[in-house]
């Protein structure tokens, strides 16, 4: 860039701003207590998540779920550092918002957790969090054509997907990963009220009141991102769901959320 | 929009129009009688379509395909409410052409099963009804470019593809479901004497003389809709068949729709 | 078309056409003698055949691929009608060059399987024929834009690849399918020296000099298609095989051809 | 081209280029010593490596992947030529540098193994190359377009990717194949300090410091490739990793890539 000092004053500030976030997870360092054992079904739901996201093409040997523990707001349920693919349920760990583990039995854990914790934090209304690269999404975020609602299996998406920029935040230099506190809340404040973020040169975050609603966000912005590119590649004026339509077609969708889960967990659990 | 005064009255009239719906499918409520069982082959290839469309990538987790009865002209053949690939023959219920069931027991129905009981009303050629959210097909449904047929497979689409915008009927605020009589209706009007509709911000339905031949079309429709995209992007002229082709093509590959339903019905009970 | 009486004519044309092409064929219906039992080792490439061809989506419910007979340069082997998939040894049947076969035994044959006859009977370099619905064939047939080789494994292309327009033999009211002797000859003189030629508004056909080479060309002719379409719509010039290389590149990759055919084959005849 | 004379001076050049080449090999024809027996493990991971890239769609039934020799910097390891999902530990073969085998038994061995040998040479900090004609990137080496890093995924790719053109080494009428040491070091001398080399007409290299970095290499290099050419379809400007960012999502990807090697390698060694 023309000017290397202001570089190196985004660097230091993106410095800062890590040590700011090192300090809050040195203080936090100390194991959380536990919540208690999640119920059994909440953990089979967490582990078919993960292969239902593999099957659809939403995750491939990266990408994370989680889901807010059922006994407590404060804590959330995701497995340690492993391919979505090959999570079970003796993988999965309990944290605390600040995305510390209460049990971590020396497990890796994934970098990017705070991208869970913070949005938990903030979101009282998600109860699950996908963290993906969704292929037809990447270049949505990479371009900013702005992604919208093509069908109402996608309606969701009405109230506009942000583009989170990491360099607003953390400078011209980070290494694209949200590998703090500090970086998950400019990342949630990106997400904002919106189903949907979109991570530029990363790739996206759908959020959910429940598990099923999580997931089947993912996989249909998914689906929508490819359609939309079609869309707009056949010429002429692209038809999206008008704000009205939407928010009905939504309200509907959800209630139907359980056909597609039923199938996807079935098959997700006889691997 | 412009002008909400408007909009409230096109939603009293979407009003309006359910409440007729509802009043119709209120009187109708007392369970119509059964034609009785119907040929267990009819049953077994009912079942066969489900997974076909499944496999032909067609139908994912939504989507349904019915059969009229081969007993009765009024009643009709379709799954209870459950994604396609999960159909198994203890899940297919039979319903009047008000789409209302002879023995539900209970079970959940297709919201949209209107879609099937107001074409099989109208279209008395028609034996099988296919709808879907056919990922191909869904941008010209959003773009209003004509889908016309590429090549001989898809012949049956030389009448034109007709484009149904449920605003026209519904107002600008229904949730985007076919989910009673007086919409199926319009959507039939829609269909008229085509063998598919596209459902703007949707997906499409599509009809056959047959089971096979329904199935068929809603496969080779999407087909279609994939190639012909790919040959507008190529530049140049694209050469549709001419309508004399397009009968005639129609007509003999309709005499071979047993060759490829042969292999999916034994792909598909297969599993 | 604006002059109907035009069409009359060549309506009658055609008709004049297939009338002597029937003759033709009840000509030759006493059923010619056999050139005995083929190599079961042919017979098992051609079984094999069809389902790699299956395999690697250049064929599908449709389609066909047939090889000549060891023994007699006038007869050939194909499958009776049945999708490729489904195709086993027990299936094929032996023809002469007009297509006649040796002993039906009541079997369907494929509709056109003039393709293949009226090749072998003008290409005496040509051991094997496929005909198929390659999709990503398909928008350069009907766009005409040629087909050229973008890599070494397509450089066979380098002859160019002519486009087969019915219109011209048959008249503007064919049915698109190649259903007698004389439309036969009339995509065989389409064909000429090529090692596969497009039929506009149906599909294509690959030929080779033996059965692995016959379905190496039908496979990469559709992943030439494939790549060159994605190539074309990233701008910029393509640069296409120099027809020095193109040649070149043609005579050594020949010489492979064996090693994907080992892996199509096993993989084939492990179903 | 307009000057056959020069065509035949470049010929000639090729000619005496092969000459070179030949004596080359002459000379080390007698059988190299042998470095000993590898680790079994890296033997394991290189037969895994082969059915990986099948996996992930970046070879066919062409390509091959080696890594150099645990016990010695002079030795490489390769399959004998088959297709990459056919290869066992058993055909494993050690190689000099100028590709010449230690033990071959007869068996044949890829034509194009002067890939792996030249890179090794002039390269000490890789471990593992990857020849391939992986779909996605061949239509950028057709156009010159450059690849460049969409996602923190391919963040490697940011020194930039240089395409290899083999009419500047073996002039216009080579068969496009890099079968000799002359052509391997020109090669070579393209992938420079690189991670890809793009071949014009042909396919990629990608190297790495060790074999999965090798493989997760290929495998995001035609991720980074397929979305590359979605964003470019959708209009607006593509904003690609920035030279910075890069470096450093590079360094904290890199040491992630047990994460899918674990998944991949596990699903690999299972069929």
């Known amino acids: 860039m023309e ?33 208690g054992p999640a119920d059994p079904k909440l953990i089979e739901d967490l582990v078919a998540a993960n292969r239902i996201l ?15 523990h059922d006994k407590a707001a404060d804590r959330y349920l995701m497995s340690r550092s492993v391919a979505p693919e090959l999570v079970t349920a003796a993988d999965i760990m309990e944290y605390d918002l600040d995305s510390v583990p209460v049990d971590s039995r020396g497990r890796a854990m994934y970098l990017e957790r705070f991208i869970h ?4 934090r903030v979101r009282p209304d998600v109860q699950a969090v996908v ?9 949505f975020g990479a371009t900013g054509v702005p992604l919208r609602p093509l069908y109402h299996m996608s309606a969701f998406l009405w109230p506009g997907v ?9 400078g011209p230099a980070t290494d694209m990963l949200i590998r703090n ?9 990106s997400l904002g009220a919106s189903p949907v973020v979109l991570m530029r040169g990363h790739g996206a975050v759908a959020v959910g009141g429940s598990l099923p609603e999580g997931v089947f966000r993912a996989v249909y ?35 139907t959320i359980g056909r597609p889960w039923e199938l996807w967990k079935k098959k997700a659990l006889a691997r």
């Open 162 to 170: 942000p583009v989170f920029e990491i360099r607003n935040a953390g």
């Open 54 to 68: 593999v099957d659809q093409g939403v995750v491939d040997g990266y990408g994370h779920v989680s889901v807010r």
């Open 181 to 189: 506190a500090a970086l998950g809340q400019t990342l949630a404040r």
């Open 221 to 255: 912005t998914e689906v929508n991102a490819r359609l939309q590119a079609q869309a707009m590649a056949l010429g002429g004026t692209v038809v999206y769901l008008d704000p009205e339509e939407a928010k009905r077609a939504q309200a509907s969708v959800a209630g």
């Open 117 to 120: 914790g913070e949005i938990y």
């Open 131 to 139: 963290h993906n690269h969704s292929p037809s999404v990447i270049p």
């Open 3 to 35: 000017h290397p000092s202001r570089r190196d004053v985004l660097a230091g500030g993106a410095a800062v701003l890590t040590s700011f976030g090192w300090l809050r997870g040195a203080r936090a360092q100390a194991a959380p207590a536990s919540a």
